[in-house]
């Protein structure tokens, strides 16, 4: 029988802080963070996922949502060396010069991580989602939280919570519109992606993307014009 006693607050968090949809605070967004967060922990919980593993995933949409990827090109440590985790090669983006590739305001770099902590909410085999907050954060997923509801946003296929949970590495953080290519870390240009898809993106645009296998398909003569 599954607990829900510990699972009000957090959930009355997210309806009451959400209810101000797009328009909500700084602060606000801040405490949805942590609400979302706390709120990812119990489902899963009680789905029978092991909380190490949700642990371990969540530090995951921490260290690519509000926090940046290693942002100094060598290491502190070792001259002409990249970055490793000693040098404590993780920022919160706000705090890198504002024309730095990987930074965001705070209340963007922390809706980026709302919004994977709702995606993973929404993935294939996900446990039912309240109804009170099926469809209150529309406006930044731009769909439903529930099973299923989530694409993978190249490739147009679901996403097994699962798979997700027992190897993290299947799931990255993708920018539609590479940050190198000028691209901003703001929720409208970010999604979780299969690491299949994001090695397939590289540093195209979707839509090059899309040209670029539908070239590909052309020249062996493998597109159809219909269904």
């Not at 290693?70 to 504002?98: A, C, E, F, H």
């Not at 989530?150 to 990255?172: H, M, Q, Y």
Request: aromatic share 6%; charged share 25%; net charge positive.
């Amino acid at each position: 029988m599954p607990r829900t006693g510990d699972r009000e607050s957090p959930l009355v968090e997210l309806v009451r802080l959400g209810a101000a949809g797009p328009d909500c605070s700084e602060e606000d967004v801040v405490e949805i963070y942590s609400a979302a967060r706390a709120f990812l922990r119990l489902q899963l919980r009680d789905a029978g996922f092991l909380p190490k593993k949700v642990t371990a995933l969540l530090t995951k949409y921490n260290d690519s949502g509000p926090r940046s990827a290693p942002w100094r090109p060598v290491s502190s440590r070792i001259p002409g060396r990249p970055q490793d985790g000693s040098d404590g090669n993780r920022i919160n983006r706000w705090l890198l010069p504002k024309d730095h590739k990987f930074y965001s305001t705070r209340r963007d770099g922390t809706l980026v991580g709302i919004k994977y902590i709702l995606q993973t909410l929404s993935m294939d085999g996900a446990p039912p989602c309240p109804h009170e907050l099926s469809d209150l954060y529309r406006w930044l997923t731009g769909h439903d939280i529930g099973p299923g509801q989530f694409k993978d946003p190249i490739a147009l296929v679901g996403v097994s919570l699962e798979a997700v949970i027992n190897s993290p590495r299947l799931i990255t953080s993708g920018h539609l519109h590479p940050l190198d290519r000028g691209g901003r870390h703001v929720p409208m240009n970010t999604s979780l992606m299969l690491k299949t898809s994001n090695d397939l993106q590289g540093n195209h645009t979707v839509e090059e993307l899309l040209d670029m296998i539908q070239g590909i398909l052309q020249r062996h003569g493998r597109l159809r014009s219909g269904p």
